[in-house]
């Protein structure tokens, strides 16, 4: 990931840049430009979210909650750290309601402060600056509260699985796309942080093996630069800063778009209707990523490889509250078939290529000829050529 500089040269220290400031984190980021300062209100940074604010260039981040909030250790706060974006948490939601949306505003020292100051000392908001030795501090501490939050856990699955019982067990809600399915592989390609990466080493495989790809959301921009093309875009209604471009999804062959209980997404549905695209309902609570591993499950695919989407303890505990147990069980579901895709270059080695046949046909013969050879009757038609050879000679 290239890092670009943060600091901008100001006559006062700190970070200069335009407050943008909502609760809801969904609505916050589609409106983020390179350099503002991103002000919301996220409890426990997901890796997922802190990606997309690297990704809109942010100067940095002003959190009203606890970066870390104890409960488990998030991976959202790391990401920004290491992109270099500075972190100021615990604002508190009575400050967070002080700060102007479009403000320009310098933060100093855990302090927001008014950049039409001339003093430069008039402060909008203040919290704690999250650093690098405080970050390792809250994580260590929120590694205590696992077994709490696995307890919890189990009862949240439990209850998901009574509501999606006949999507999950039977299949029951799950459209029917016109690209076939049933006995090949398919490649579920998710927004995970190294998507591009895994998907480079699966070039040789895709192009040999030339399984059915199922891009969500914006990833199916992602599978286009890689040279491919997704055969299945699944949307999320609820997120529609998610959305792929035109391009994709024409491009297309299926447009599923999942939409929560009780919900229509009508306006995605209508959106892609003013693009010539047909889009496909999936009603359910689980997230758009395991929509799309049910909907290879239900297609009965031979073998689901996910691209962007890990299963170590802390991925799947930074996953979004809701999501969790949808994570859980899905996979389950799936069982052996769903294979991580950082495996797959270590158990396909590819196919035999014409010039590996020839290469063991040289060999083959430059064996024979070395057996033939040590034998009298090799011996004398060794004499002959060379007899033969010498008179050819001038």
Known sequence: MRLTTRQQTVDLPGVVGTARTDRRTRSLIPRLRPGDIAVLDHPALDRATAQRLVAADVAAVVNASPMVSGRYPNLGPDVLLRAGVPMVDGLGAAELDAIPDGAPVRLHEGRLLDATDAGGTRVLAAGRVVDADRLAEDLARARQGLATQLETFTHSSTAFLHREQDLLLHGIGVPAPATRIAGRTVVVVAGGHDVEAELRRLRSYLREQEPVIVAVGRSADTVGEAGRRADVVVLDAAEPSDVPTARSLKAARDVVVRTGR?????????????????????????????????????????????????????????????????????????????????????????????????????????????????????????????????????
């Open 262 to 394: 009780g919900t229509d997404g009508k306006e995605t549905v209508d959106s892609l209707d003013r693009l010539g695209v047909r889009g496909l309902l999936m009603e359910t609570d689980a997230t758009a990523e395991d929509a799309a591993l049910v909907l290879a499950d239900a297609g009965d695919a031979s073998v689901v490889i996910g691209v962007g989407m890990h299963a170590t303890l802390e991925e799947f505990l930074d996953r979004e509250r809701s999501g969790l147990a949808s994570t859980y069980l899905t996979r389950l579901k799936l069982g052996p078939r769903l294979v991580d895709a950082t495996a797959v270059p270590y158990l396909y080695s590819g196919r035999v290529r014409p010039h590996h046949l020839l290469l063991v046909m040289l060999a083959g013969l430059v064996a024979l000829v070395a057996a033939v050879g040590v034998t009298p009757v090799g011996q004398e038609w060794a004499d002959q050529l060379s007899d033969t050879l010498q008179g050819l000679l001038p």
